[in-house]
């Protein structure tokens, strides 16, 4: 029988670091098994931190045999986790809220508990937030289940940074909004295909906004308001993470990473009562102050 699983202590945790990781999670022990698996597998950043949130309706999925061997693996690497429960739930920009405020590291990797990063992805995004200089940097995932439908009139909405991102003023009536679209299914794996990248090489792209695997520089994040809004938003919603990275954005700028090591484990989501988007609420308010 496996023994009790120390979740370690907040105050001790929050030592300055290069990167920490934050992961939400409900209802999923055997995915969070497998994310917290891919980050036992990077290398390349030494000592990062790994904050696990749990809102659960019965046990906490780090408490299973799985995900509690990940969690030891990690420690064992030489990672400080900390495991902490977030109760009662008060929507999903709260939680990540709560799992920023954790964190004291340079940057902060908001990782979905439903994504397998393969090894050298945390690395190459490390590698590519320093010589960037931006807000933020992200792999979107990829939905293998799809990797034999392929989209061309997605690919045409893929286009380079040429240097530095610059701070860019997304909107839903912009062109730059429909960037997305890139996104879904596997329709950047097939763009990653077509440029065939020699062994190493990265391309940062533009974006409007990436779901699943974002790494913020702590500071700027902050800067542009983190996820403070969520005490402005009602328990039901989503879109919490657009809402964040358009605030970056336009202060700090942006760029998704490509070839994306992020693999999307395509499990039903946990998230099933999304009545508001939160971005549209945070745009709302800002077009009714200007």
């Given at each position: 029988?496996?023994?009790?699983?120390?979740?370690?202590?907040?105050?001790?945790?929050?030592?300055?670091?290069?990167?920490?990781?934050?992961?939400?999670?409900?209802?999923?022990?055997?995915?969070?098994?497998?994310?917290?698996?891919?980050?036992?597998?990077?290398?390349?950043?030494p000592?990062?931190g790994?904050?696990?949130?749990?809102?659960?309706?019965?046990?906490?999925?780090?408490?299973?045999?799985?995900?509690?061997?990940?969690?030891?693996a990690?420690?064992?690497r030489?990672?400080?986790?900390?495991l902490?429960?977030?109760l009662?739930?008060r929507?999903?920009?709260?939680?990540?809220?709560?799992?920023?405020?954790?964190?004291?590291?340079?940057a902060?990797l908001?990782?979905?508990?439903?994504?397998?990063?393969?090894?050298?992805s945390?690395?190459?995004?490390?590698?590519?937030?320093?010589?960037?200089?931006?807000?933020?940097?992200?792999?979107?995932?990829?939905?293998?289940?799809?990797?034999?439908?392929?989209?061309?009139d997605t690919?045409?909405h893929?286009?380079?940074?040429?240097?530095?991102?610059?701070?860019?003023?997304?909107?839903?009536?912009?062109?730059?909004?429909?960037?997305?679209?890139?996104?879904?299914?596997?329709?950047?794996?097939?763009?990653?295909?077509?440029?065939?990248?020699?062994?190493?090489?990265?391309r940062?792209?533009?974006?409007?906004?990436?779901?699943?695997?974002?790494?913020?520089?702590r500071?700027?994040?902050?800067?542009?308001?983190?996820?403070?809004?969520?005490?402005?938003?009602p328990e039901?919603?989503?879109?919490?993470?657009?809402?964040a990275?358009?605030?970056v954005l336009?202060?700090?700028?942006?760029?998704?990473?490509?070839?994306?090591?992020a693999?999307?484990?395509?499990s039903?989501t946990?998230?099933?009562?999304?009545?508001?988007?939160?971005?549209?609420?945070?745009?709302?308010?800002?077009?009714?102050?200007?």
């Amino acid at each position: 029988m496996t023994r009790p699983l120390d979740p370690g202590a907040p105050e001790q945790f929050r030592h300055p670091r290069r990167v920490d990781v934050l992961i939400p999670t409900r209802n999923r022990p055997a995915e969070l098994a497998v994310t917290l698996s891919g980050l036992a597998a990077q290398e390349g950043v030494p000592g990062f931190g790994v904050v696990v949130s749990d809102q659960s309706d019965g046990d906490p999925a780090y408490a299973h045999p799985a995900a509690a061997t990940m969690v030891r693996a990690l420690r064992h690497r030489g990672h400080p986790v900390l495991l902490t429960r977030r109760l009662p739930r008060r929507g999903l920009a709260e939680h990540r809220s709560y799992l920023l405020a954790q964190s004291t590291a340079h940057a902060v990797l908001c990782l979905d508990d439903d994504v397998w990063l393969e090894p050298g992805s945390l690395s190459r995004l490390v590698g590519a937030l320093d010589e960037l200089g931006c807000g933020f940097v992200g792999n979107a995932v990829h939905g293998l289940s799809y990797a034999d439908d392929v989209r061309p009139d997605t690919h045409r909405h893929y286009e380079e940074w040429a240097g530095r991102p610059e701070p860019e003023r997304i909107r839903p009536d912009t062109p730059e909004w429909h960037r997305a679209s890139i996104h879904p299914a596997a329709n950047l794996l097939h763009v990653t295909e077509k440029l065939a990248l020699p062994a190493g090489a990265w391309r940062a792209y533009k974006i409007s906004w990436i779901g699943g695997c974002v790494l913020y520089d702590r500071a700027k994040l902050v800067d542009a308001g983190g996820f403070d809004f969520w005490e402005r938003l009602p328990e039901r919603h989503q879109g919490e993470d657009v809402a964040a990275q358009l605030a970056v954005l336009e202060r700090h700028g942006g760029a998704g990473v490509l070839p994306s090591g992020a693999y999307h484990l395509e499990s039903p989501t946990t998230v099933t009562e999304r009545d508001v988007e939160a971005w549209e609420v945070v745009l709302n308010e800002s077009n009714a102050e200007v």
